[in-house]
């Protein structure tokens, strides 16, 4: 249910870009990201699917403010309102904005798994962790134990304990399920989705696009570093019909419930992607404009969708 | 360095090139204008003795009234030669071994690892005076010594490298295409332990040029006549305390810049040919 | 526990083992006639005692039996006479190991304490001002030879200034019962500096390198992510997964810090185990030889051992899981 509040987190044309190493001696931009535009509202779940290698992972990181040095960002960012600059990043960073990562290599191999979800200068009292762990069924024992001792899904929980504990309003889990079972996978996105109905804002960024189905409010997706649509789950789930970019038909019809058809072609790669639309090489229905320009992202029928053919 | 150099822009990598180059060419002149100078102006020399640095001497002369200046600069002929020789020995010795004991059967790996570890387990030194023993001291005793003390490290670098390698799906792929042992070993794992021995190579230089030094210094190594630094440096602490202090400082920091700028080569060239840190934008050295 | 140390012992006799033939072997190999150099101080002597101790010394038999009398001699507790000194070898490796072992373990803490506070220091600012700087000074600390800054130090402060004397363990001409606590420091200082400059350069790169590693990994990432300002980041997390690796490679580096103070204590003619063992060699003097051989080997064995059994602690994941 798309919650009436305005939108927490606006996201508009966000370019991300990498410099590197060419053969020899030159170098090269690698655009990441492009052009991508995303906005979430309170008490919402939106989620962001694509396949790997499409800058799903980066967002987050660059919403956060941790893109390594030799990024290179550009576009703009809005929280509540506000520009999000890299000071109020780091004000933000763990307060307000919460991440909730993959797996285990993000926790510290060292230190005990109470200390390390309490947080550091002004710890959190131990008694609301506590309460935390047991909301997520977690044995009480576990907060003197070191994170190679856990199973994956006790990690998962933790890793959700860490982002529950700080209250923060907007929240960002990465890739939260892979190699899960169903059963697992459902207990896990069951958390965000609890989250969502207290009244935060979640992003969660799969590839897994029925899980996204039985937990999101609105699904984006994401085509080689860009946002090409934007709409409600309930109007996925209704059928090709409803969407109105060919990609996003594309993914529905590939899905094993409905036609299972693949789609020929692969995702550009960041360093030779082709000037104009994206998904123009592969695309049956483009036109000379598709490849002259990047189209604009247009609202259209609740949702919002980025071609030049969509009616 | 872009103001300096106004025509065009340079990125890191070109810089890293040009630093590089620029020690490789230093590094070998050094090496050159010992072997080009004549015996004559390091000769013995008796009524010059002892003489403080000039413009004449520039190091000054010895006891003995040699010019320290060429005396330096061929002794570092000498124990480069002797470092890079006994380098390369210790290079050959640790790749076949290491290879042996990853490819080979699990005895011979542990025989391997086991043989490693008792020739780390004894102090360098004592190993290379043991050596130097045996062979009854002189230039033998010495290249024996140092090929045989620094092959340990780069043999377990090696054998770590080969071990990881071996593991990789493409190998497998390989052996079951039917190709054999000798053929994957040379097709697809040397051209990856290629600059990786490159590199360990050149930065045991440093360590064998150190070491020959040292033990030329305890009195090891090669007779007076073929100076090395090492025989200078011994030399010169019989007159340090009537402060005749030239012999003893300038051979030195002669041997630490050379000793630093092969250094600074190898770590140079590791980040220049690992794919890694090759594409690092920052300034890193 | 106790199961696995005595299987590291059971490993380290079987080292010491395969040393004592290493060593024994090579110094067979030498073309120097141990007969010749035992005459040396004593002058003629005549064929009759030339054979008595040709016997003695067992010249003409098999390398075999000579190793093998060595090593039964060596159980009974016998490491045999020193030919330089003229006294049993297992006294002088007693007397001189004290010495020795005062000197490496004062330059051993100097080097690690300092090494990894200078290394984190390095880290923490990486490619800053102070990074560049330190940094440049522990590459030409690593490239100077030991024992060329011995001598550098030995004419800085022995000769020029003299604040500290010449060399040696004690000052010249008092009895041994009466030199304080405080002498014996102060003669050991210089020796200890210039062995500690040596290793310092190596262990604060090796820090900041660790600690470069660990603050790009994922859970630096995380904690990040979480609000942790750069300096609780050092403090929480950084130091102890960086000093803790750090502090059990300065156990596993006892054979250079032997083979330094082989050097260190040639220059300052300081009585400890390393000039004995350069003079045993320069001389010929097979038995210290061998001895000190030895016990450089075992002393060694023991830093491995600590430094496995520390290791086997601090990672969690091992001293509970797999074991040594």
């Keep these: 249910m798309i919650s009436d509040q305005p939108a927490i987190l606006e996201v508009s044309a966000l370019s991300v870009s990498f410099r590197m190493y060419d053969k020899g001696f030159d170098q090269k931009d690698l655009k990441v990201i492009s052009n991508l535009n995303i906005t979430v509202h309170p008490g919402e779940v939106l989620a962001i699917v694509g396949s790997s290698g499409s800058g799903k992972s980066l967002l987050a990181s660059a919403i956060m403010g941790l893109l390594p040095n030799n990024a290179a960002i550009k576009g703009s960012m809005h929280y509540k309102g506000q520009p999000l600059t890299p000071n109020r990043q780091k004000l933000l960073r763990g307060t307000e904005i919460a991440f909730v990562p993959q797996s285990v290599s993000y926790l510290d191999p060292l230190m005990k798994i109470g200390k390390q979800v309490d947080g550091y200068k002004k710890p959190y009292p131990t008694e609301k962790r506590r309460a935390i762990f047991r909301q997520l069924s977690l044995p009480d024992d576990i907060e003197k134990k070191y994170p190679y001792q856990l199973s994956g899904g006790m990690i998962r929980r933790v890793l959700a304990a860490t982002a529950l504990i700080t209250e923060a309003e907007l929240i960002i889990a990465d890739e939260p399920t892979p190699g899960m079972s169903l059963d697992q996978a459902l207990k896990a996105l069951t958390m965000f989705r609890e989250m969502a109905d207290a009244g935060k804002a979640v992003i969660l960024i799969t590839h897994d696009i029925d899980l996204a189905f039985k937990f999101a409010d609105r699904i984006t997706v994401f085509y080689a570093g860009t946002t090409v649509e934007t709409v409600s789950t309930h109007d996925f789930q209704t059928g090709a019909a409803k969407l109105h970019h060919p990609y996003s038909k594309a993914l529905w019809r590939a899905m094993p419930q409905n036609e299972f058809e693949s789609f020929p072609g692969f995702q550009p790669y960041a360093g030779d992607l082709p000037k104009g639309c994206l998904f123009s090489p592969r695309c049956p229905h483009k036109i000379p404009a598709c490849e002259a320009a990047v189209p604009e992202m247009r609202t259209m029928k609740g949702g919002e969708v980025r071609c030049c053919h969509a009616t | ?285 | ?324």
């Design chain 2, 1 to 285: 360095m872009n103001q300096i150099l106004n025509c065009r822009t340079l990125n890191h990598r070109h810089i890293l090139v040009l630093f590089t180059s620029i020690i490789g060419a230093m590094v070998i002149m050094a090496f050159l204008s010992g072997k080009l100078i004549p015996d004559a102006a390091a000769a013995v020399n008796i009524s010059q003795k002892n003489l403080a640095p000039s413009l004449q001497h520039l190091f000054g002369t010895d006891w003995l009234g040699r010019d320290l200046f060429f005396r330096t600069l061929k002794g570092l002929s000498t124990s480069l030669t002797v470092g890079v020789t006994a380098s390369l020995i210790s290079a050959v010795i640790a790749t076949l071994i290491g290879i042996a004991a990853a490819m080979g059967s699990k005895i011979i790996d542990s025989l391997i690892s086991w043989l490693i570890d008792l020739v780390m387990g004894i102090p360098h030194i004592i190993l290379l005076i043991l050596i130097s023993f045996a062979c009854g001291r002189g230039l033998k005793g010495l290249l024996i010594g140092i090929a045989a003390t620094h092959w340990t490290s780069l043999a377990r670098l090696v054998r770590a490298e080969v071990l990881q390698l071996r593991s990789q799906q493409y190998i497998a792929v390989s052996r079951k295409l039917g190709k054999s042992n000798r053929w994957i070993l040379i097709h697809h794992m040397l051209p990856h332990l290629f600059p990786q021995i490159l590199v360990g190579v050149i930065l045991l230089f440093p360590h064998a040029i150190i070491h020959e030094a040292a033990i030329s210094f305890l009195g090891y190594g090669l007779p007076p006549e073929q100076p090395a630094i090492g025989i200078i440096l011994s030399e010169s602490t019989k007159y340090l305390s009537s402060g005749v202090w030239w012999p003893a400082i300038f051979p030195g920091l002669t041997l630490i810049i050379i000793v630093l700028l092969v250094d600074r080569l190898g770590d140079h060239l590791k980040l220049l040919l690992n794919p890694h840190t090759a594409q690092e934008q920052e300034d890193t050295h």
């Design chain 3, 1 to 324: 526990m106790i199961e696995i140390i005595s299987k590291q012992i059971l490993k380290i006799i079987l080292l010491l083992l395969a040393v004592s033939v290493i060593a024994f072997t090579l110094v067979t190999l030498s073309p120097v006639d141990p007969v010749q150099q035992y005459l040396l101080g004593a002058g003629a002597v005549s064929p009759a005692q030339r054979v008595q101790l040709e016997a003695y010394w067992g010249v003409n038999a098999p390398p075999l039996q000579r190793y093998l009398n060595w090593l039964c001699a060596l159980l009974r507790g016998d490491l045999g006479t020193s030919l330089i000194y003229r006294r049993p070898v297992m006294d002088i490796i007693a007397e001189r190991f004290l010495n020795s072992f005062a000197l490496m373990m004062c330059a051993w803490l100097f080097t690690g304490i300092f090494g990894s506070v200078l290394g984190c220091i390095m880290g923490m600012y990486k490619d800053k001002m102070p990074d560049r700087i330190i940094k440049k000074l522990c590459y030409i600390l690593c490239s100077a030879p030991t024992f060329w800054l011995g001598l550098i130090i030995l004419l800085l402060f022995s000769v020029w200034l003299r604040w500290f004397p010449i060399g040696f363990s004690t000052p010249i001409g008092m009895l041994n019962s009466d030199v304080s606590i405080w002498q014996r420091l102060y003669h050991l200082f210089l020796p200890a500096l210039t062995l500690s400059l040596v290793s310092f350069g190596n262990i604060a790169l090796h820090t900041r390198q660790k600690l470069i590693d660990v603050l790009n990994s994922e859970y630096i990432l995380f904690a990040r992510a979480r609000g942790e300002s750069d300096r609780t980041l050092l403090l929480r997390h950084g130091l102890r997964n960086t000093l803790l690796p750090a502090l059990t490679l300065q156990f596993a580096s006892f054979a250079e810090l032997f083979g330094g103070s082989v050097l260190a204590e040639t220059i300052f003619s300081y009585p400890g185990l390393g000039s004995a063992v350069s003079a045993a060699g320069l001389n010929s003097d097979v038995p210290l030889l061998l001895g000190i051989t030895l016990f450089s080997a075992l002393f060694v064995a023991i830093g491995n051992l600590i430094a496995n059994i520390l290791y086997g602690i601090i990672d969690p994941q091992i001293g509970k899981g797999a074991g040594l």
